[in-house]
């Protein structure tokens, strides 16, 4: 995961610990930036791609609507995770 909820001061920690150098705060602000960004710009394009292999799905079992829309069933169980 990306996210591990570890930020620049436990990176930092953990590169003393093993004796190594360490980013800069800077830096790893700047890395942590960047890969947000590519991260969304990734999901997005997943989500989109998705997008289109359901509705094909849809299309091939005649799954339309009088418009010709495809129409994709979504099923969501409104689950959360909660930490203890």
Do not use: C
């Amino acid at each position: 995961p990306v996210n591990t909820r570890q930020g620049f001061t436990q990176l930092d920690t953990l590169a003393g610990v093993l004796n190594m150098r360490s980013m800069s705060n800077n830096a790893y602000q700047q890395f942590h930036l960047d890969l947000l960004k590519h991260t969304k710009v990734t999901a997005i394009e997943a989500t989109i791609e998705a997008g289109k292999e359901e509705a094909d799905i849809a299309k091939k079992e005649g799954n339309i609507n009088e418009n010709g829309i495809p129409l994709i069933t979504v099923i969501a169980d409104g689950a959360w995770s909660k930490r203890s």
